[in-house]
């Protein structure tokens, strides 16, 4: 998807390092173990985790250090994955060319998978702020770090996000509140993963700030591209079924705005992203290079 060398890079460091902060599972309970890894395991872009590790790096710190946060945002990503997946969400049965969760371990063990991620996310970062307990800056930037995450994937945000994209099915909305589905739904993940990098790399106001509008601006960005390939994408590169949001009757860019608008609202927040980093233009060119990318792709 990404042909840049910096982004196989940190995806490597992430895949690499991904199970590490898995809690040990009894196995009485290895079923579910392997539902959560299931879907942890299939092929994915990992842009969460691989932007919180870059923004750490942009602000000086160790991505080693970091990983704990970076792992913790893709357990709660593949969680909402998975939940969305079910019958009573989207009711999809194909995910990065994989059955779906729910598909392979039936409903219950889905939900329970889903739930054992996001609570392993959490457990994993405050395992982790338990090593700072004596150096008061690095443990507040990390609390910083996970109260973000946890604010944004949470009824504020992605939580919040769902909610409304469930109640917009078979309606016609505004264009605000698409804007706020799609905002909370997709792009408040995002905006937590480069924040909490950037407060684990110990950065400073100005540049938390100029992250937060990238990321703001990224993230709606991504949700506008996926609508865009739900319509126009082809199954076997998605790795997922298109056509999919308009037989849901979901509320999208291209249902709400047309196709044209869509892909210039896509081009306008893309650049917006880069702008937002024009000061630190030195330091930001894997996060110009992932901005273009993203709107590019083809899965």
């Not at 338990?130 to 994937?153: F, G, S, T, V």
């Amino acid at each position: 998807m990404i042909e840049y060398p910096e982004y196989h890079r940190l995806k490597y460091l992430v895949e690499k390092h991904l199970f590490d902060f898995l809690p040990d599972i009894d196995r009485k309970s290895l079923t579910l173990y392997e539902s959560m890894t299931y879907t942890l395991n299939a092929p994915g872009k990992r842009v969460r985790p691989i932007l919180l590790l870059a923004a750490t790096e942009m602000a000086g710190g160790d991505t080693m250090q970091a990983l704990p946060y970076a792992c913790a945002v893709e357990y709660i990503h593949n969680y909402s994955l998975i939940h969305d997946d079910l019958p009573a969400m989207d009711n999809d049965e194909l995910r990065r060319g994989e059955p779906t969760n729910h598909i392979m371990f039936g409903e219950a063990m889905a939900i329970l998978a889903g739930d054992a991620l996001l609570n392993a996310a959490f457990e994993a970062m405050m395992k982790d702020m338990l090593i700072y307990y004596d150096q008061p800056a690095m443990l507040k930037n990390r609390i910083n770090a996970a109260h973000e995450i946890a604010k944004q994937a949470g009824c504020r945000g992605m939580i919040g996000g769902q909610t409304a994209d469930l109640e917009a099915e078979d309606r016609q909305v505004s264009a605000e509140l698409l804007d706020y589905i799609h905002v909370n739904k997709t792009a408040a993940l995002i905006e937590a993963s480069v924040v909490a990098g950037a407060y684990i790399g110990g950065a400073k106001k100005p540049l938390i700030n100029a992250l937060s509008s990238y990321a703001q601006n990224l993230g709606l960005a991504f949700q506008i591209a996926d609508d865009i390939l739900d319509v126009e994408g082809d199954t076997t590169e998605t790795g997922k079924r298109t056509k999919h949001d308009e037989e849901n009757k979901k509320a999208t860019y291209p249902s709400v705005h047309g196709m044209e608008k869509s892909k210039a609202r896509l081009a306008e927040l893309t650049d917006g992203a880069v702008a937002a980093l024009a000061d630190y233009r030195q330091q930001a060119e894997f996060f110009v290079e992932m901005a273009r990318s993203l709107a590019n792709r083809k899965k």
